[in-house]
Nanobody, 119 residues
Framework: QVQLVESGGGLVQAGGSLRLSCAASGSIFSIDIMGWYRQAPGKQRELVATITSASTTYADSVKGRFTISRDNAKNTVSLQMNSLKPGDTAVYYC??????????????WGQGTQVTVSS
């Protein structure tokens, strides 16, 4: 079973920064994509950023402010969030899609970490 553990969430004032990290553990042969999604109360879960071996993708609302990165050796993905806005307030979820040793594809989600931007 693959587990994703997130850290770095919290409360910050508008204009501030936070860095979210997500560490994956378990039976992972390869990782195809990792990313971050977020969900505000009463809203649909939405894509924030994803990263593969070749590319990154960002929601328009965070382009220029957020940066996603990964460390393949550690099976971690991070999200550097700068110039935070109250509209960024949400529960942020780490996502991983990969393959087990026999080529079986799987995906999994972290438990979520709260990001609250005041003012």
């Amino acid at each position: 079973q693959v587990q994703l553990v997130e850290s770095g969430g919290g409360l910050v004032q508008a204009g501030g920064s936070l860095r979210l990290s997500c560490a994956a553990s378990g039976s992972i042969f390869s990782i195809d994509i990792m990313g971050w999604y977020r969900q505000a109360p009463g809203k649909q879960r939405e894509l924030v950023a994803t990263i593969t071996s070749a590319s990154t993708t960002y929601a328009d609302s965070v382009k220029g402010r957020f940066t996603i990165s990964r460390d393949n050796a550690k099976n971690t993905v991070s999200l550097q969030m700068n110039s935070l806005k109250p509209g960024d307030t949400a529960v942020y979820y780490c996502y991983l899609m990969g393959r087990q040793r026999l080529g079986v594809q799987f995906d999994t989600w972290g438990q979520g970490t709260q990001v609250t931007v005041s003012s």
